[in-house]
């Protein structure tokens, strides 16, 4: 099983991979394109058991291949483009992106379990999935038996994982990990006959426009919600990509020079040239949403990370060329925390408009005040009240 999910993790990364060095075909001399070649070709040779350490490799292979004044020249792709054709201003200025995990919660949604849909348990599935992504998602155990995992379909629009509990087959949508999750089912587990263990709905989560120009225009501020890639990023000795994927999404929290302080789970910054620390709701006013205990906000932790800053009384100094970024859902965000800074030329662009599903996420992002309801505490991965979102 192990090596099934391996191979899975590597064509997903080949794939994303090879999507760069399309992107970058243009911008990219003819030796260039040979080296990005061959470390695309030394990735896909390597097996998967190595995976982690081959895309690494390929990670920091690519990025000494890509010069770090690219961004000149994508400047004046796109200025190009844009005084050309229509067509072309719609396909460089927004980008679809898929939210890949529950880090941003509530504000952005990954693929997450809900106890129903907008429009109840009853509707045609099909008009479930066009409307709101969701698949349903139920198990009632028939038999006392332990759990034991059988296999994991992927299909091109969705995913499935089959479960045995005795001598019964039960399939739920997602992935294993995910299934396993929002049903509360343990491998060796013992089930009692009668158990509901899943009654709702698995949604893919929430597709968006990235908004990449804006950021040739004017620099990234405090407080926006940003999508950048994961090249050269490692939490301890193992690449990020390894385990998140090829992009990513979390807040801005703090800029370049500036020092961060992480106090009694509030987040403070000491603008760079300023001598007092303030909270960041008063620097980025949008965060203020974070701390209100409501609707699935719970604050910036400071019970989670690696760096320094996390230790008795330590700050921590965002380098030159560097943003420090958090995700919404601290409690299980893998974010600066834990990768530190990242690097500006990293920045894809910022979230813009939620196309699908059509929940009440759908519109331009980061607008909702949150629901009016506390909190609470998590159940899994999440917690009750982002489920009836």
């Given amino acids: 099983m192990l090596e099934f999910f391996a191979k899975r993790k590597k064509r997903k990364f080949l794939s994303e991979l090879r999507s760069r060095r399309r992107a970058e075909d243009d911008l990219l001399s003819p030796a260039e394109r040979e080296r990005f070649d061959a470390a695309l070709e030394r990735f896909a040779a390597s097996p998967p058991g190595e995976f982690k350490a081959a895309s690494a490799r390929a990670c920091d292979e690519i990025a000494a291949i890509v010069p770090d004044y690219t961004w000149i020249r994508n400047l ?12 072309g201003i719609r396909g460089l200025f927004f980008q679809p992106f898929k939210i890949p ?19 109840g348990k009853n509707l045609p599935g099909i008009l479930n999935y066009a409307l709101f992504s969701a698949r349903r998602a139920r198990l009632t155990v028939e038999e006392t038996g332990e759990v034991s995992f059988r296999a994991y379909r992927s299909g091109l629009f969705s995913d499935a994982s089959e479960f045995a509990i005795g001598d019964k087959i039960y399939t739920l949508p997602g992935a294993p990990r995910k299934a396993a999750s929002y049903a509360g089912l343990r491998e060796g587990m013992v089930c009692q006959k009668g158990e509901v263990k899943a009654d709702g709905f698995l949604s893919l989560g929430d597709h968006l426009f990235v908004e990449r120009f804006s950021l040739y225009l004017s620099p990234p501020r405090r407080g926006e919600v940003m999508i950048f890639t994961t090249e050269g990023l490692r939490v301890g000795e193992e690449p990020l990509s390894a385990s998140s994927g090829y992009y990513y999404v979390k ?6 020079g500036d020092t961060v302080r992480l106090r009694n789970n509030q987040l403070y910054v000491k603008p760079a040239g300023e001598e007092k620390f303030r909270k960041i709701q008063e620097l980025a006013p949008r965060t203020a949403r974070l701390y209100s205990g409501k609707g699935g906000y719970q604050g910036h932790l400071s019970s989670m990370g690696d760096y320094e800053l996390f230790g008795a009384g330590a700050d ?3 380098p030159a060329g560097h943003y420090f970024m958090l995700g919404d859902n601290s409690q299980f965000s893998l974010d600066s925390r834990f990768f530190g800074a990242v690097p500006r030329k990293n920045l894809v662009g910022r979230s813009w408009f939620v196309f699908w599903p059509f929940s009440r996420r759908w519109g331009f ?7 009016d309801e506390p909190t609470g505490k998590p159940e899994g991965d999440t917690f009750p009240v982002m489920a009836r979102q």
């Fill in 76 to 87: 004046l792709d796109l200025l190009i483009v844009v005084g050309a054709v229509a067509f």
């Fill in 101 to 119: 995990t529950g880090s941003m919660q509530p504000t952005l949604y990954g693929i997450h379990y809900m106890y129903t849909t907008p429009l």
């Fill in 251 to 256: 807040r801005l929290a703090a800029l370049p």
């Fill in 316 to 318: 921590y100094v965002v």
């Fill in 365 to 371: 992002t980061d607008t909702l005040e949150p629901v």
